[in-house]
């Protein structure tokens, strides 16, 4: 029903910075927005950040706030996610995920998301 394609990743020195992106296509209509999750080897998948096709109501990670930067654009239902001052910790395979719209305060868990990308590769080096 909706298709969330995810690019940008790659291979960045601590510090560097990198962009991905989110394209969502289909019956993009049934959800209202998209949010980034990550997930490292053997850890859980986590929260990154969130945000309406609008632009408002966004939401961030603790471990990201101040560093990272989501937007969208409506008229092209895409999302991106700037990333700045990139750490070691923050390599993982970042999803794009969405949903039909839910309270906010279910917006950080996996489980009430129904769509999800292929994700893309983030690996920091020290």
């Known amino acids: 029903q909706v298709q969330l394609v995810e690019s940008g990743g790659g291979l960045v020195q601590a510090g560097g910075s990198l962009r991905l992106s989110c394209a969502a296509s289909g019956r993009t209509f049934i959800v209202n927005g998209a949010s980034w999750f990550r997930q490292a080897p053997g850890k859980e998948r986590e929260f990154v950040a969130a945000?309406?096709?609008?632009?408002?109501?966004?939401y961030y990670a603790d471990v990201v706030k101040g560093r990272f930067t989501i937007s969208s654009d409506n008229a092209k239902n895409t999302v991106y996610l700037q990333m700045e001052g990139l750490r070691p910790e923050d390599t993982a395979i970042y999803y794009c995920?969405?949903?039909?719209?839910?309270?906010?305060?279910?917006?950080?868990?996996?489980?009430?998301?129904?769509?999800w990308g292929q994700g893309t590769q983030v690996t920091v080096s020290s």
């Open positions: 995920a969405a949903r039909r719209p839910k309270p906010s305060s279910t917006v950080h868990l996996p489980v009430t998301y129904t769509f």
């Open positions: 945000v309406r096709w609008s632009g408002e109501s966004t």
